[in-house]
């Protein structure tokens, strides 16, 4: 049951999403879109509910719950960066809003990057949070290893992701080269009528 409301949050996530972005700049109702948008956070606390009164009702801890503990505090983390970003495409797509920066490269990209890596730490603070409240809810009444086997991956992904971050510092993205066959062109405009140089 967990996993399928995992499912439906998920689903649910980006139909409300679209929902909102269509009637914010298709439909011409920023408010009512807005209004749609507001309502994301609300599966996730059904899904903590359900986790909840599943555990107290005596279900044995396992996968499930530690998904969705992690899958919450993804959203927590990335949700409204997800939604923020996609209305900043959806606005410049759709309404002739400007056009949204991207990463960039070298320095910017790096910075981006832990940008990012701050996020994924918050969103495994809730998930280890969380999957700790669930260790103590159980007690001794279950087997908790599962739910600590999940509390360990979440601490693995920050771990890669400081990596990854860390990458970026020490060898930094550099832009793309312009169109080699423009370059030529330039040259040749640049050049001494007289001497060809």
Sequence with gaps: MIV???????????VLLAAGLALRYLAK??????????C??????????????DLGNGAEPDWKHGL????????????????????GHA??????G???AGAGYGKERARHEWKLWIRTVLAAAVALTLLQLAIWYVGDAGDVSSLQGWQAAALRVVGIHALVAAAYTIWPSKAPRSDPEEAPADAAEDRSPLTGR
């Design 68 to 87: 969705a503990a992690v899958y919450i505090g993804y959203t927590v983390a990335f949700g409204h960066y997800t939604i923020k970003w996609l209305d």
């Design 91 to 96: 606005a410049y797509r759709l309404a002739g």
């Design 4 to 14: 399928t409301l995992i499912i439906a949050c998920e689903v649910g996530f980006w």
């Design 29 to 38: 109702m920023p408010r009512l879109g807005a209004a749609v948008l507001l």
């Design 40 to 53: 994301e956070p609300l599966m996730e606390l059904l899904l903590l509910v359900v986790t909840t009164v």
């Design 98 to 100: 400007p056009k949204p």
